[in-house]
C-alpha cells in the first residue's frame, strides 16, 4: 500500500522558518517527480515547489522563489520543503504527491499556520 507522510508543520510568527517533512511507503520516489502542494479551507489545492528524484532538478512557483527550498534524501524515500520567512497567507495545509499529476493518494497534510 503506498501511503505518503507529511510532517513538520506547526504554528510560527511570521517571519519564521519550518521545514517539512514528506515519507513515502510502499513506494519508492527513485523515477518520479515529487511536488509540495497547500491548500487553505475553501480553496483550490495549489502546487508550491517540485524536485525530480533522479537529477535534483526543482521547481518554485513565483510567490516562494528565494523563501523556499527543497530537497531529496534517497536513501530515506523522503522529501523535504524548508521554508523560511513564512506569511501569515502561507497558511494552509501542506501535502506532497507526484507532480504534477498527483498521481498518488493523498496524505493527511501537515498544518502550518502562520501568526501575524
Known amino acids: 500500500e503506498v501511503q505518503l507522510v507529511e510532517s513538520g508543520g506547526g504554528l510560527v510568527q511570521a517571519g519564521g522558518s519550518l521545514r517539512l517533512s514528506c515519507a513515502a511507503s510502499?513506494?519508492?520516489?527513485?523515477?518520479?517527480?515529487v511536488g509540495w502542494f497547500r491548500q487553505a479551507p475553501g480553496k483550490e489545492r495549489e502546487g508550491v515547489s517540485c524536485?525530480?528524484?533522479?537529477?535534483?532538478?526543482?521547481v518554485y512557483v513565483d510567490s516562494v522563489k528565494g523563501r523556499f527550498s527543497i530537497s531529496r534524501d534517497s536513501a530515506k524515500n523522503t522529501v523535504y520543503l524548508q521554508m523560511n520567512s513564512l506569511k501569515p497567507e502561507e497558511t494552509d495545509i501542506y501535502y506532497c504527491?507526484?507532480?504534477?499529476?498527483?498521481?498518488?493518494?493523498w496524505g493527511k497534510g501537515t498544518l502550518v499556520t502562520v501568526s501575524t
Open positions: 510502499g513506494f519508492t520516489f527513485d523515477d518520479y517527480a
Open positions: 504527491n507526484g507532480w504534477p499529476n498527483s498521481d498518488l493518494t
Open positions: 524536485i525530480e528524484i533522479r537529477d535534483g532538478s526543482t
